[in-house]
């Protein structure tokens, strides 16, 4: 069923780097690319989404990059901080919010 | 405003019992999903209502997990009878509609274990 492949599988990043996560799809059916972050005991929560007529999203530190003719996405979360340590999990939406997550990334950033 | 509830947050079971997981969504949204969050994996959908009606059960194991969704509020997914391979999180979201851009709010989850 899982039909976002994203990497790494996990990441460590020094404070005020920069931490790149992946996700490449097949179904060009796909038309909202949401962005989860998932705290240990919590439920995923929204972080920033992207709408694929898109090519990029900022939203603070986050940014979404969109190249729709490779069918990959990534996100970037510029001057990492140690409260960014968590799971971020991309996922891509199709047919009234059908909803295809992808394995997730740890993060972890370092002080 | 309240988030999406769900009770319990842990549950520890032996396999072949039964075990049920209740969850609230949030005041005034029609979308209710139920998912399956492997340890390491991301959530994978068991079921959607659309208000009382279950509109997507098609990854639902039937043969031993059942959902009900009555007056279109809170929601109840069943195990039974449990095994092993059903240690999981079990996630509880909801959305305001069932359009593919409106954000899904999740619940904690309950952590089930199966010995």
């Known amino acids: 069923q899982q039909q976002v492949k994203q990497s790494p599988q996990s990441l460590i990043v020094q404070k005020g780097g920069i931490s790149i996560i992946n996700c490449a799809y097949e179904?060009?059916?796909?038309?909202?690319f949401p962005w989860y972050q998932q705290f240990p005991g919590k439920g995923p929560a929204l972080l920033i989404a992207i709408r694929p007529d898109v090519s990029e999203k900022k939203e603070g530190r986050f940014t979404i990059s969109f190249n729709k003719s490779a069918k990959q996405f990534s996100l970037h979360i510029m001057d990492s901080q140690p409260g960014d340590s968590a799971t971020y999990f991309c996922?891509?939406?199709?047919?009234?919010?059908?909803?295809?997550f992808g394995a997730g990334t740890r993060l972890t950033v370092k002080p | 405003e309240a988030g999406v509830v769900q009770s319990p947050r842990y549950k520890i079971i032996e396999k072949k019992q039964p075990v049920a997981f209740w969850c609230n969504p949030i005041s005034g949204h029609n979308t209710l999903y139920w998912y399956l969050q492997n340890l390491g994996q991301g959530p994978e959908l068991l079921i959607r209502y659309e208000n009382e009606e279950a509109v997507d059960d098609s990854q639902l194991p039937k043969d031993r997990f059942s959902a009900e969704r009555l007056k279109g509020v809170d929601s109840t997914l069943k195990i039974q009878p449990a095994e092993l391979g059903d240690s999981a999180v079990y996630l509880c979201a909801s959305s305001k509609t069932g359009a593919s851009t409106d954000t899904q709010y999740f619940g904690p989850g309950t952590r089930l274990t199966v010995l």
């Open positions: 179904n060009t059916a796909f038309d909202y």
């Open positions: 996922a891509a939406t199709v047919n009234n919010n059908d909803m295809r």
